[in-house]
């Protein structure tokens, strides 16, 4: 079922697959420059045993940009949980890949007794807050021109090619997939506005206070997210788990999604086990 719910001033688009009401609850959280789609091989997978949210964060995928709306990791995890509440989620397990994975952080910082576990894939960690000139530049009109331009420059195939280890898996069903979010010039308007927003990753102090237990998956070749970003938050998130993938790069959900999901099962069994005890 694909829904949008207009929560805090701009419009949350989702995707949710019911497989009962007793069935545990993922909410799938995408990374920067990405959206849902890019779960499109692991969810099929997950479904069959969970009931599963795949959420384009705002502004990209289908989700709204509005030009009004604070684009801040906070105000981002502050109106996600809005919008489950809205739809009455009261309990899940948060899964979020690079950039989404800092934002289950944010959520969990908001409200820890929403998530009993989190499963964070390549996620995005110690990322300052955008440097003061850039900030400021961002507010010249043509701004958002340049932002275009850039990500014009870079194109999808560089940026793909980037994220994966095993070029083979690049296709035009990935190009188009991953392409079609920025055929819109609305989203260029909104990226700026989040350029200003964000205020950085979560700090060593806030990491070390979360008592959520966290999976970390990690692709070895991750040249986006380093491993040593992984290993940095294993270190600080005293209750987590981390696996590292072999032959992966940063897009495990699309490059592994039969061992990302092998392990999410594994992790979460574990999880209700030790709660039974």
Known sequence: MKKVRHIRGNDIYYEQQVLSKEAPTLVLLHGFLSSSFCYRTLLPRLSRDYNVISIDIPPFGHSGKSRRFS??????????????????????????HSMGGQICLYIIKNRPGLAKNAVLLASSGYLPKSKRLLRYTSYIPYFPKVVKRWLEKTGV????????????????EMREGYLE??????????LTRMLRDREGDLPEKDLQAIETSCLLLWGKHDRVVPLS?????HADLKNSELIVIEDAG????????????????????KEKLMQKA
């Open 157 to 172: 195939e560089v940026n793909l090619r980037n994220v994966v280890y095993n070029k083979e898996l690049i296709d035009d």
């Open 71 to 96: 684009y801040s990791y906070q105000n981002l995890a502050l109106t996600l949980l809005d919008f489950l509440d809205a739809i009455g989620i009261s309990k899940c397990t948060l899964v979020g």
């Open 250 to 269: 940063h897009l495990i959900p699309e490059e592994k999604p039969d061992e990302v999901c092998k392990y999410i099962k594994e992790f979460l069994v």
């Open 181 to 190: 979010p920025f055929l819109n010039d609305n989203i260029f308007k909104a």
């Open 229 to 233: 970003i992984g290993r940095r938050l």
